[in-house]
């Protein structure tokens, strides 16, 4: 068994005790009922301590999926906090108000301390009058009675994150000229009335906390030391301080991907938890036990919130208490599962854990022993492959995986190469010592043709045999049309510059074409810019990334790496030609052209599915009489099956293997 010395410790807030320093912090879902229930009921069995309900908005003109205005809440908090406490986790409730961030339907205005639209909104807001004040106060005081009445363990009002409370509190966003802006005390008023009126609802020893961002990341709002200030005038009247970081202006600062280093904001949290006595909060990338282990003893805080790494391992508490590290599912911080599904489609995904936002449907790991066993055989050792080999041996078949390469890992070791996304390969790293484990059969170097597959004789076949980068010539624009002087030998492909399948010679002046608006021609830019190659970066889109899903969540981050490093960027263009020293693009719809000096090309296109040996079987499977000897049964997962992200080919393989 592991040994953890800090953070198996039980805390008290107010007349609360919680058994550990692990807090899964307030964040949405988009799911409802039962099903947000046992969302959270998987990280309690998983051995969370304290447990923050993500945002419950506390008037019918803020809602949301938890109806805390109305006492039609009640009897859900019931079974929330029964199942919960049978884990012995402690749960509250985060109180919200969006403020200039709400805009429900057309012609609905949001309101705010001042006529300051939020930056991703953008509509004025509507100032609040000190009677709309008094009237939010009672709101917040109301939810606040049916979160103890529901049978919840305490409260934090989010006052950050530029939502409602925490605008009244940036100097960027409150310019009001009475009693509740100007001074840092007066911008704190309405939070302090909010919190008193609480008080009068709740019983003696109810936590009460506060959410805060340590730094708002805009120009005249709240740094480190304001933020400090605000800690220090409100500690009186708070049982806790959870600190955050960010705003809409830089919104993936508060959700931060791996172009961020892990812990990214205990630097700037620490200035203000050490103001304080009251019990701490931290979060920002914190994946591990060690590592909240390390925080909690160092004195920077009392509790850790551990959230995206427990959306891809409900478990990850105790597995690491019983020293089951190597267990824990990791992952790999692109936030394009949770956040970006989120804030696209509605509600929560992971892109290495099939069943989060679907606890009540599926099961974190398999279903259990196959019914019969079955001899699988797997081509191809990339994620896909992997997810399917090691689900399958779960469930108790025979796997054999034969890859051609001398290393597994497949395109995600390609990506994982250039630094900043070299987090992605902690899957397949993971998922390869998970099949060594479990007893897979592995077969580097090994290519498969319909020889060696009639010689193993599985039952199943998967192929996972990704997909490979179309010539160099081709771009969507044209696409019947090869591009002019595509195959001069200065023009490479996305796999030639990160340096597999041959390497590509740089010179001083690269010119990236990004025909697919994804990852892909960001790091190949990474890569060259790393060899000090001048960058511009030429597109078919609009945007740098342009196809990736909530781009404030998911790519901003590599936008702003790459500007700041010199990365000139052209949108909306295609390549006309390319000679030995020049590209000549032309303007989509509009054809003018302009002329770019290179000595290194590289065209960042689409992939062509590696599927010829599925079609072969395929082929001869077709006019097979009835009594010819049946083969195995084929399948055709990952890229070889034309999907192109990571979720999509771990979902595969697990629908799948764990119905086979």
Known sequence: ?????????????????????????????????????????????????????????VTTESPTGIPVYSDSVLPWYEELSTRLHAHGTQVFQQLWHGGNTLQRHPGQRPVGPSAIPNAMVGVTPRVMTKGMID??????????????????????LHAGHGYLIGSFMSPATNVRDDEYGGSTENRARFCREILAAIRSEVSAGFPVGIRISGDEFIEGGIDHVEA???????????????????????????????????????????KVTKVVDVPTIVTGRIMTLDHADHIVGSGMADMVSIVRAMIADPELVVKAR????????????????????????????????????????????????????????????????????????????????????????????????????????????????????????????????????????????????????????????????????????????????????????????????????TFEAISVADKLLAQRAAVTILSRHEQLGARIAHPPSTVEASRERLFAAGLTFVPSVAI?????????????????????????????????????LAEHLENHATGRSPAAEAGPTVHVIGNANGTDTIQTAIRGAADITRTM
């Open 1 to 57: 068994m592991a040994s953890y010395p800090n953070v198996f410790q039980p805390l008290q807030i107010a007349g609360c005790t919680i058994p550990n320093r692990i807090v899964r912090t307030a964040h949405s879902t988009g799911t409802l009922g039962d099903d947000l229930i046992a969302y959270h009921e998987a990280r309690a069995k998983g051995g969370v301590g304290l447990a923050i309900i993500e945002i419950a908005g």
């Open 322 to 517: 019983d020293g089951r590290e190597d267990e824990i599912r990791p992952c790999i911080g692109t936030s394009m599962g949770c956040v970006a599904n989120l804030m696209t489609t509605g509600r929560i995904q992971c892109v290495v854990n099939v069943a989060a936002g679907k606890e009540t449907a599926v099961p974190f790991e398999t279903p259990g022993p196959a019914e019969v066993t079955k001899r699988v055989m797997i081509v191809g050792g990339g994620p896909a492959g992997l997810e399917a080999a090691r689900t399958a041996a779960l469930r108790g078949h025979e796997v054999h995986l034969y890859e051609m390469t001398g290393d597994l890992g497949g395109q995600v070791r390609m990506a994982a190469s250039v630094p900043p996304r070299s987090d992605l390969e902690a899957i397949t790293r993971w998922l390869t010592d998970e099949i060594a484990r479990l007893g897979v059969n592995v077969h580097l170097r090994t290519p498969v043709d319909p020889d060696l597959i009639a010689e193993v004789a599985a039952d199943e076949l998967i192929i996972a045999t990704g997909s490979t980068p179309k010539p160099t010539g081709f771009q969507l624009a044209s696409p019947s049309i090869p591009i002019p002087g595509g195959d001069l030998p200065h023009v490479w492909t996305s796999w030639e510059v990160l340096g597999f399948g041959g390497r590509a010679t740089v010179g001083s002046k690269a010119v990236v074409y990004d025909d697919t608006g």
């Open 228 to 270: 400090e200030q605000i800690a220090r005038s409100l500690e009186p009247d708070i049982d806790f301080l959870d600190v955050s970081m960010g705003t809409y202006w830089r919104f993936h600062k508060f959700l931060s991907t791996l172009d961020d280093p892990l812990g990214y904001e205990l630097d700037n949290s620490e």
């Open 576 to 612: 006309r030609e390319i000679s030995d020293t020049q590209v000549t693009t032309y303007g989509l719809g509009l054809g003018h052209e302009q002329v770019f000096d290179a000595d290194t090309v590289c065209i960042v296109t689409y992939h062509d599915p590696n599927d010829e």
């Open 135 to 156: 009237d939010t106060v009672a709101a917040f005081a109301s939810a606040a009675r049916r979160v103890e009445t529901g049978g919840l363990d305490g409260i934090e």
